[in-house]
């Protein structure tokens, strides 16, 4: 079967273009993990905020995208219960389930799972969906993660969405316009060699 085949059939992900087997979705789950892990280490403290800023959102939001549902949902709870356990590879190198900003982790594990069953629609294939996705990606971040914030912290919804939210904005909208770049570019690549 060439790959220009495989583009077109409903369902696939980036992630199913390679050679199936239970060895590729191992490495996959882990990689993904890894490369959340990683991107969170990108960390920038800002005074005031209740979060720093880092790259562990746009990590989570491509592997959900680009591994799918099943494969994204595993690879951001073996991130999340690894980190829990005290591996170190949340923002700015912590651990643990007990911090304010846990929430967002959690956020980015239901997000992670809705974005690659939006890729499996073909959320990722142009620009426009593409950036609908990180949207909803998002804003399941924000939905979960600032209600933990204001229940571990006793902030009150404003004060938690100036803090943990509206500062964090054009980040995101920059981090969505690097995924439109190249999710839909990566869909081209693989037509191409097909």
């Not at 709870?77 to 304010?100: E, H, K, R």
């Not at 593409?130 to 404003?158: Q, R, W």
Request: hydrophobic share 55%.
């Amino acid at each position: 079967m060439s790959t220009a085949s495989v583009t077109l059939r409903p369902g696939t992900v980036l992630a199913d273009l390679l050679p199936a087997s239970r060895v590729r979705d191992i490495a996959l789950v882990v990689g993904g993990a890894a490369l959340t892990g990683l991107a969170a280490q990108l960390s920038v403290h800002v005074d005031g905020l209740a979060a720093p800023i880092t790259g562990q959102t746009f990590a989570a939001l491509l592997v959900g995208t680009a591994l799918g549902a099943g494969r994204g949902f595993l690879s951001l709870a073996l991130y999340t219960l690894v980190g829990m356990a005290g591996v170190p590879w949340f923002a700015g190198g912590t651990s643990g389930a007990g911090g304010a900003t846990f929430g967002y982790v959690l956020g980015m594990l239901l997000a992670s799972t809705l974005v690659g069953a939006l890729a499996r629609r073909g959320a990722d294939r142009s620009i426009l969906r593409t950036a609908g996705a990180m949207v909803l990606g998002s804003a399941v971040v924000y939905a979960v993660g600032v209600p933990y914030l204001m229940a571990a912290t006793g902030m009150p919804l404003g004060l938690a969405v100036a803090k943990g939210l509206t500062p964090f904005l054009i980040g995101d909208a920059l981090k969505a316009a690097l995924a439109m770049g190249l999710l839909p570019a990566a869909w081209k690549l693989v037509g191409r060699r097909g």
